[in-house]
């Protein structure tokens, strides 16, 4: 019997972005390993590149060099359709821009993944983009138009999107970016119940306070990883945190 | 995606952006609109210059006095006496005619009672009618007894009749011209305009009446059908009247021959060059409605290349992004194209129907290959830069999509 090979794993991983003839490089040789059902933050300041790493985990960007394994299988040798369903199915995101889908319902934008989701039925969209609004506490707003939403229902609505399809990673680039305490509060809580009940998240953000929600936090500086670190006193958010409107 | 998704998403876009939708399908709309009224006036007015002549068949020949390009056939010169009775004797002689008419003009005020109309009076012969065409409406026409009796009889026209009569019956009634009483016997159906003068404003008596009043001896015009080709008709009057005139230079002619082909070409080349006019106008607006396709799907490709990205994102395929954008683009150019083409053929037709207030023999056209080649460019302009953009934001990796500004 061999070990399962982790979710996600990297090898000497570089990326450097091209303007024209002018290489700006982001990452240098990342090594590391990511297995299921772990909560990980991902730190560190402005330009460090942990969202240019979080989206090349995520399958939302290409890398230079390396090697990059997921459930050990090589993802410079997959195609586009193949890169395509494993966004359908496996990861889903939540932005810090949130990026809904303008003049469109609550539902419709929670909805949207199952669209593309291979072996989801379609009589079974609505009642699962229902309860995935059900568990961020939207219920009373799934018929709102995205743009009549606060900052923090957005995030909420975001985030119901993002596991609308139950995928194995839900990955959260600065989902507390853009809101008050509150909000954040309550859009972290979202993310540990996720994870309490067995996904894998990984969390970006440049907030110490934010990134010890998490289990395990690695810090980049300058597109190298500085730390990886499990040993801190893990933040939970208290019921206190989140007073519902 | 299932298709029926693709398409439910397709329309979701279109509803949910809708001034955007709307300004796409104005610029096609526009577009596919004013070219086909222009085109459809266009198709009208050319209809009109060929009524013209249509009315007379293409076997319609006439000879008037004097030459030069200023004596058209519309105006019958006054005082040019070369066409003699005698002329007109001889040429019945041809072969290549028959039905010959002759007609003198007569002062064309008319008077019934107190009221007076201004119209244009002609002595003339029975075969006249037969070769304008002419049809009774209510009477009969002036015969072969009335011209050997030289009465004082008069066919009018419908106009004529409406102007001096009202609602009274003009027959058996005496109405003055020339100074001479005449017995109305007859008016006949509407003919409309030829070479734009209004021939319902006619008035005819027998030739011999008129002569008689007159005291002409020479006819004003001659009418006649042809009956080989009209090219050969014209050559064979001429050298038969210049010897008759001892003319020897087609310079000094003291005649003019036409046919309705003759005219019939003239007006084609007049009706071309406006086609021509109209299609180049209607090319321009065509050319606008595209612009303002083009921008506006243009200035939509940031926030659809976003769109795009998180749809990658969230696992849709290139080609979900492309069917997608391709029926939107189907959608929107498919309504505006047919709201246009409404249009244009509603603003068309209104305008006929406002022009028949003048010009009634003005009728409404479209014409068929301006509305496809109108569709098509549309549906081209909108396709293109709907689905360009798309197919550029669907090849980019889904990061580069949501960053793109």
Redesign the interface.
């Given at each position: 019997m061999t070990k399962n090979p982790p979710l996600m794993e990297t090898q000497a991983l570089c990326k450097s972005y091209w303007n024209e003839d002018l290489e700006t490089p982001v990452l240098f040789d990342i090594n590391l390993k990511i297995e299921k059902g772990e909560f990980v933050s991902i730190m560190g300041p402005s330009g460090s590149g942990k969202s240019t790493l979080m989206?090349i985990l995520g399958?939302?960007?290409?890398f230079s060099s390396g090697t990059y394994l997921f459930q050990g299988k090589p993802v410079l040798k997959m195609d586009?359709?193949t890169l395509?369903?494993i966004?359908?199915?496996r990861v889903?995101?939540v932005?810090q821009a949130f990026?809904l889908?303008?003049?469109?319902t609550v539902l419709?934008n929670v909805m949207?993944?199952l669209?593309?989701?291979p072996t989801i039925a379609?009589s079974e969209r609505e009642q699962r983009a229902l309860q995935a609004v059900e568990t961020v506490g939207l219920t009373d707003r799934k018929d709102y138009l995205s743009n009549q939403l606060s900052g923090g229902q957005k995030q909420r609505v975001a985030i119901a999107?993002a596991l609308v399809?139950e995928p194995e990673v839900i990955f959260a680039d600065e989902p507390t970016g853009n809101l008050d305490s509150k909000s954040g509060a309550q859009v972290m809580k979202a993310l540990q119940d996720l994870h309490e009940s067995g996904h894998t998240i990984i969390l970006v953000t440049h907030e110490q306070a934010t990134a010890e929600h998490a289990e395990r936090i690695i810090r980049l500086r300058d597109g190298r990883i500085q730390s990886d670190d499990k040993d801190f006193k893990r933040r939970n958010v208290k019921a206190s945190d989140i007073l519902h409107i | 995606?299932?298709i029926t998704?693709t398409f439910a998403?397709a329309f979701?876009a279109v509803n949910?952006?809708k001034s955007r939708s709307l300004l796409t399908m104005l610029g096609i709309i526009i577009g596919v609109g004013s070219v086909v009224l222009m085109t459809g006036i266009g198709k009208s007015m050319e209809g009109l210059i060929l009524s013209q002549i249509s009315i007379l068949g293409p076997r319609a020949m006439v000879i008037f006095p004097g030459s030069g390009p200023e004596s058209g056939p519309s105006g019958v010169q006054a005082g040019f006496d070369s066409l003699t009775f005698d002329d007109f004797e001889a040429l019945h002689r041809l072969r290549t005619i028959d039905t010959l008419a002759g007609s003198i003009q007569l002062p064309g005020r008319v008077s019934f009672g107190r009221e007076e109309f201004e119209g244009a009076a002609f002595g003339t012969m029975p075969e006249y009618f037969h070769i304008q065409n002419v049809n009774i409406d209510r009477g009969r026409f002036i015969d072969q007894s009335d011209q050997e009796a030289g009465r004082f009889v008069a066919l009018i026209g419908p106009d004529v009749a409406r102007e001096l009569f009202l609602d009274q019956d003009p027959l058996g009634q005496r109405i003055h011209l020339a100074d001479r009483a005449f017995t109305v016997i007859g008016v006949f159906e509407p003919v409309g305009t030829v070479f734009f003068s209004n021939f319902d404003e006619n008035i005819f008596v027998p030739l011999s009446t008129a002569r008689s009043i007159t005291g002409k001896n020479y006819l004003d015009i001659i009418n006649m059908n042809s009956v080989v080709d009209p090219a050969l008709a014209i050559a064979d009057i001429e050298s038969f009247l210049r010897q008759r005139h001892a003319i020897t230079d087609p310079e000094n002619d003291d005649f003019t021959v036409r046919s309705s082909g003759q005219a019939e070409e003239i007006l084609g080349t007049v009706s071309l060059s406006l086609t021509l006019f109209i299609t180049t106008i209607a090319s321009i607006s065509l050319v606008v409605g595209g612009i303002g396709i083009m921008n506006i799907m243009l200035v939509a490709v940031t926030?659809r290349t976003?769109?795009i990205?998180?749809?990658?994102?969230?696992?849709?395929?290139?080609r979900?992004i492309l069917i997608q954008f391709l029926i939107e683009a189907v959608v929107l150019t498919l309504i505006g194209g047919l709201i246009g083409l409404a249009l244009g053929i509603g603003l068309a037709f209104i305008t006929a129907m406002i022009v028949q207030q003048f010009l009634d023999t003005y009728q409404f056209g479209v014409s068929a290959l301006a509305i496809v080649v109108a569709l098509l460019m549309a549906a081209g302009t909108g396709l293109l830069f709907g689905i360009y953009p798309a197919k550029r934001a669907a090849a980019l990796?889904?990061?580069?999509a949501?960053r793109y500004e």
């Open positions: 989206h399958f939302l960007d290409d586009d359709d395509a369903r966004r359908a199915t889903s995101f932005f990026n889908l303008p003049r469109t419709q949207l993944p669209l593309y989701h379609t999107r399809t | 995606m299932r998704d998403s979701r949910s952006n926030e976003r769109e990205g998180l749809r990658k994102a969230i696992g849709a395929r290139r979900d990796s889904p990061m580069e949501l």
